[in-house]
């Protein structure tokens, strides 16, 4: 009878043992894929802080470097759509990103035609201008400061992208 409990006592132990150590493995894998989540996120909310400072500046500027601080938003742009395509590549369960890719790609297009005109000789529309710096700010903001694997943080960061859509239509 001894013998009968010893042997299922050693198939509890072993089978605890496996079931903590699955438990320690995903816990660790877990931790790991929110840090590298959090810093992709670091960087991306660095870059829109960057094209925030960067559209802030153009209503400082006089007309002769109108051109090259509308040029250097359009780069702030290029390279946020370059952070958020790092952001998808490689943080795992973050959902909401295609469509804020996709509306950073159609607003990125859309001011580059506002720089096109404003190569051709046109002037840029101050009220556009103002526009965007207003919208980014709003969605800067809004921005979650930092990474969590949440509903809060997602809901956060789906009211911070929608200001991206008033945008998506500059040149009417």
């Given at each position: 009878?001894?013998?009968?409990?010893s042997?299922?006592?050693?198939?509890?132990?072993?089978?605890?043992?496996i079931a903590?150590?699955?438990i320690?493995?995903?816990?660790?894998m877990?931790?790991?894929?929110?840090?590298?989540?959090?810093?992709?996120?670091?960087?991306?909310?660095?870059?829109?802080?960057?094209?925030?400072?960067?559209?802030?500046?153009?209503?400082?500027?006089?007309?002769?470097?109108?051109?090259?601080?509308?040029f250097?938003?359009?780069?702030?742009?290029?390279?946020?759509?370059?952070?958020?395509?790092?952001?998808?590549?490689?943080?795992?369960?973050?959902?909401?990103?295609n469509?804020?890719?996709?509306d950073?790609?159609?607003?990125r297009?859309?001011?580059?035609?506002?720089?096109?005109?404003?190569?051709?000789?046109?002037r840029?529309?101050?009220?556009?201008?103002?526009?965007?710096?207003?919208?980014?700010?709003?969605?800067?903001n809004?921005?979650?400061?930092?990474y969590?694997?949440?509903?809060?943080?997602?809901?956060?960061?789906?009211?911070?992208?929608?200001?991206?859509?008033?945008?998506?239509?500059?040149?009417?």
């Amino acid at each position: 009878m001894t013998k009968k409990y010893s042997k299922i006592t050693i198939v509890v132990v072993v089978l605890l043992l496996i079931a903590s150590t699955y438990i320690l493995v995903e816990n660790s894998m877990s931790t790991k894929e929110v840090e590298v989540n959090s810093n992709y996120y670091t960087g991306f909310v660095s870059r829109v802080q960057k094209l925030d400072d960067t559209l802030s500046q153009t209503s400082e500027v006089g007309s002769n470097g109108e051109i090259e601080q509308m040029f250097d938003v359009y780069t702030s742009i290029i390279l946020v759509n370059d952070r958020l395509t790092l952001l998808k590549e490689n943080a795992k369960n973050f959902s909401e990103l295609n469509v804020l890719i996709n509306d950073f790609l159609i607003f990125r297009d859309e001011y580059g035609y506002l720089v096109k005109d404003q190569l051709k000789g046109n002037r840029a529309d101050s009220e556009v201008r103002l526009k965007v710096a207003k919208q980014v700010k709003l969605f800067l903001n809004d921005l979650p400061i930092e990474y969590q694997s949440s509903k809060g943080f997602s809901d956060q960061f789906s009211v911070a992208a929608d200001h991206i859509k008033p945008l998506l239509h500059l040149n009417f």
